[in-house]
């Protein structure tokens, strides 16, 4: 499975745009790009996915790069509750949905 | 809806004892899998199904076994706890088994300790 790589950790000021970087070099064609985050003593939570285009929802925003190998995740207000270790995972668009999770980016946010 | 529930929340073994691990979610979804995650790491996956009757491995199978006999209960047994399998357990189901277009739903896991 393509693999991912994202900073250890990141810090952001309460109420701040945040810019959660991933890459993904070997991304393949066929490979989706999800964002799950993970708020302390709680099972994941999905986030948002993209293939190509960029893509919003109401938690945030994905910019994926021209050429797929690089992507942002992008929390447009941090807040207190958007701590949490956020993980970037490529996911093949045929076969089971299996998650193959990294150690991610823990978000430290600042009052 | 509930969505996915586990039970128990926690719980403490002696090597070599067996125990099943819970796991239930009322959305109707086909696929459901077994995650664990150590401490500092991210998550790993050990089983996983597409359908009821249907079972897979996943990365970390050993020391684990797994039935769909319905399509929402899908319990993860273990069959000799060793205290390497001291860690928190969660369970998660997606409406479709073709995985990049359905979002993974979790619960709240089940923290394990082997002694």
């Known amino acids: 499975d393509a693999k991912t790589t994202q900073p250890n950790s990141m810090e952001s000021n309460e109420e701040e745009p945040v810019h959660l970087p991933c890459n993904h070099s070997?991304?393949?064609?066929?490979?989706?790009i999800h964002w799950y985050r993970q708020l302390p003593s709680q099972g994941p939570e999905y986030v948002i996915h993209?293939?190509?285009s960029n893509v919003n929802n109401r938690m945030a925003s994905l910019a994926i790069a021209e050429d797929r190998k690089s992507s942002t995740l992008i929390l447009h207000r941090a807040t207190l509750r958007d701590a949490a270790v956020y993980y970037c995972i490529l996911v093949r668009q045929t076969g089971a949905n299996n998650l193959f999770f990294g150690t991610g980016t823990r978000l430290t946010v600042i009052p | 809806n509930a969505g996915v529930t586990q039970t128990p929340k926690f719980q403490v073994l002696k090597t070599g004892q067996s125990m099943t691990l819970q796991c239930a979610q009322d959305m109707n979804h086909e696929y459901m899998s077994w995650y664990r995650q150590d401490p500092g790491m991210g998550l790993r996956l050990i089983h996983y199904?597409?359908?009821?009757?249907?079972?897979d491995q996943g990365e970390v199978p050993n020391g684990y076994n797994v039935s769909r006999s319905t399509t929402e209960d899908f319990p993860l047994r273990l069959l000799s706890a060793a205290p390497s399998q001291t860690s928190v357990y969660f369970c998660?189901?997606?409406?479709?088994?073709?995985?990049?277009?359905?979002?993974?739903?979790f619960g709240p896991g089940t923290r394990l300790t082997v002694t």
């Open positions: 070997t991304i393949s064609g066929t490979d989706y």
């Open positions: 199904s597409v359908g009821a009757g249907i079972t």
């Open positions: 998660a189901s997606s409406y479709g088994g073709q995985g990049a277009l359905y979002e993974q739903y």
């Open positions: 993209g293939l190509t």
